[in-house]
């Protein structure tokens, strides 16, 4: 058994989240967990609300609200859409909380101690029109290294550096189009050069990372520049040092706290677990957490972030850069084992664009369609390692010809024929079973191996393909073996067997499908006769602020219920009732309805 840490990136809480950005941390990262659960593993999967930033203010005073009262509001439509998809976090929090502030503040601190976050005057771009900073991903312009004409103010899209604002050509504010105005300014950098050989030493030890991460990550490497970590702005972390924590116009930073957060989750988990110490199984170097295991799932515009920057937060603070230094109080920090970086989701051969119209939320969805419908279909045609074009006509096929015609089709029938001739799982026919039982068996055992391996590798993709070759050899061997056609007392037998063999795969297949499709996985359980819980989920609770701030709902549930990674034998004799249909197969004329929507 290994500990596993599941870090799935933060959904920044400015508005209600789309289809494209769940088919890039949410879904993968529930998946991977599901598996190392049911296959042993101690996993805490840990993310909340991203909430701080210049951009939620800016919308915050457009709708005329605080900017606490719109993270509020964000933060529960999330909660609610990330339940609604069945995502089993041990904790998804946010980050105005308290325990979340004490944590990054000792982060910064202990950098700081470190020499790693050093000040510097520099010049910050101001809206001329309102006299507030202009958040650097606000600012559009030309980059100067490669010419692309829609680089952000700290991230080329095209080129994937890192970018000031000032640097760019022509730069624009993306909120009214006016022309920023950089004023001189104090604030604190990280001083990511002292650490790039450290970074360097250790992406250089990483292994079976998707291609396209690692070498991305590593070319960033050859221009690392001091980064800017605080900024002036009201709605942040304070900045924890003398002469500045109790400044109203100066904050930490939303990218330097949002991946701290992590750390901060897996630490009030820990708290609220009535084990405060908990956390450290999963990150202490020196400690329990040594041989801990730590995945971060994300979209391929937060790799930077991941693969750079938070490595680099934790080496400084560990105090293993260049300038050596003290691990602080929360001792040597685990650095992550891979980051899983998906691609880009678009829809109908565009972009998503909530401003376009070019979008669809996942609780609009979720009103209209299957929670696993979803799922399968970011699972089997979802942007793993290449962009994705998601299109209503695929989904509509999907649903229908695999799900419905696919798998549900194999339930039904194969229930549907034992419990109207048996009312229960049938027996094996004494005279025991044929070559053909005994390797479609054989099958479905050997995909616990196949499949397992491929999701722990991060290949979901080829393993739920493999999963449903499965049902796919099993819709073959009842097409083939036709029990229907066994109408006589004598044929009794051997129908039982059949029908017991076709069971016991649909319940291998289903176990093997249960990461994926777990609101589904649980029908199936059911109409097999199983009882008790099979693929648990998790639940909206409403907490008190461990240190005394506001409360707010969290998302949470005990995983240690369930199916585990193996082949159960089905007991003879249990009873089974007429099955329900356990996929919708939706009409075609979706497709249009859904498109119209899209024309607006």
Known sequence: MSHVLAAVAWPYANGPRHIGHVSGFGV??????????????????????????????????AEGVSARELADRYNRVIVEDLHGLGLSYDLFTRTTTRNHYAVVQELFEGMYRNGYIVPKTTMGAISPSTGRTLPDRYIEGTCPI?????????????????LDPIDLID?????NGETPKFVETEHFFLDLPALADVLRQWLNTREGWRPNVLRFSKNLLDDLQPRAITRDLEWGVPIPLDGWRDRTDKRIYVWFDAVIGYLSASIEWARRSGE????????????????????????????????????????GYSGEGSRDGEPGQLGRLNLPTEVVSSEFLTMEGR?????????????DFLQRYDADALRYF????????????????EFLRRNNDELVAGWGNLVNRSVSMAAKNFGAIPPVDPAGLTETDEALLATARAGFDVVGDLIARHRQKQAIGEAMKVVAEANKYLSEQAPWKLKGEDDKPRMGTILHVALQVISDANTLLTPFLPHSAQQVHELLGGTGVHAPMPSIVAVDDLDGGPAYPVLTGDYTVGARWESVPLEAGRPLAAPKPVFRKLDPSIVDEELARLAG
């Open 276 to 315: 405060p110490d908990a956390w450290r199984k999963w990150w202490s170097t020196d400690g329990e957490g040594k041989d801990a295991l730590g995945y971060y799932f994300m979209g391929k515009d937060n790799i930077v972030f991941h693969s750079v920057i938070w490595p680099a937060l934790l080496s």
């Open 28 to 61: 993968p990262s529930d998946v991977f967990a599901r598996y190392m659960r049911m296959a042993g593993h101690d996993v805490l999967m840990v993310s909340g609300t991203d909430e701080h930033g210049t951009p939620i203010q800016v919308q915050a005073d």
């Open 171 to 175: 730069p624009k504010s993306k909120i």
């Open 378 to 393: 970011i699972a089997v045609a979802g942007p793993e390692s290449n962009d994705t074009d998601f299109t209503w006509a």
């Open 351 to 363: 972009k998503f664009s909530s401003s376009r119209k070019v979008v669809i939320y996942v609780r």
């Open 146 to 162: 490669c010419g692309y004409d829609s680089a952000r103010g700290d991230q080329c899209d095209n080129c994937g550096n890192q």
